[in-house]
């Protein structure tokens, strides 16, 4: 019995360590990339099952230390750093929900949207009975494109804001509909992008989404004004092709200073990741940025508070 608590630690730190140095290699798989969704998880289980092991004086325990040091070299910079805005008045409020298109919790969602009051509201899996059922608060925001669809990829942007233009582009070979306006902020011309790629289950969809994350890096790049990218980009802050967008576009993940916020699975604590995002040029300031509380979906909203330097 002495023998096997201590085995048995080690064969959850050997697992999770292989897995782990497996998720490095993301960028050759679409299932390693899968892999690299869970960082965190995998920091939490190796600290518990080294430190229990250095507890009971197993010198095999120095071999996960290096590993627990990367991994917290990679998600330390999430809670620290990060420019925040002084003013209130110089903010904007952000929401991005992905509704879940199955959710019939309408009533939840229109109490968290009327208790946050977001000056501009973000909506992934938008279709008919939603756009139906959120008819009551549209209404609030003067400035709107909706695409319902029934396919899990419908969108649509509600914004207090007065847009020049919002509109309808497709991004990437999926062809799937993305909205983009232009507003001011503060004064400073700003670009947002509301999308939503494929999830990446099978090679083809996480080509497809790779893709798409291209495409949308090319427009970043040719955009002259400041830009803000927000929606279930179905990919975590961990994954190489996510690092690559925001290494290829400057953009910056609006998480840094305010901490990892796992948005999926919602009714799994433990298993959450990081798939809702809010990326923002390097000029504009986040303020703060929260995660709401579950509203019938497998996601959870994010709140964003942004200004500009």
Known sequence: MKKAIPNLLFFIAVSVSLICLASYFAKWHWSL????????????????????????????????TPIVLLLLIEILPFYFGGKKVVSTEDSVKLSSINLLSSNSAFSEVIAFVAATNPDILVLQEYNGKWHTALSSISSNYPYQLAIPQENNFGIAVFSKLPFSELKMVTMGSAQLPSIVGEFNLNGTKTTLIATHPLPPIGAEYANLRNNQLAAIAAFVQ??????????????????????????????????????????????????????????????????????????GSDHLPIVVELGVN
């Open 33 to 64: 990339d899968l892999l690299s969704h869970f960082r965190f998880q995998y920091l939490v289980i190796l600290s518990i099952s080294t430190g229990l092991l250095i507890f009971l004086k197993r010198k095999k325990a120095i071999l996960f």
């Open 222 to 295: 040719s955009n002259n004004h400041e830009t803000i990218l927000v929606g279930d980009l179905n990919t975590s802050s961990f994954s190489p092709h996510f690092k690559s967008l925001l290494k290829t576009t400057g953009l910056v993940d609006s998480r840094k200073g305010h901490g990892l916020q796992p948005t999926w699975p919602a009714n799994i604590t433990p298993l959450r990741v990081t798939l809702d995002h809010c990326l923002v040029s390097s000029r504009l300031l986040v303020k703060s940025r929260k995660i709401g509380e579950r509203i």
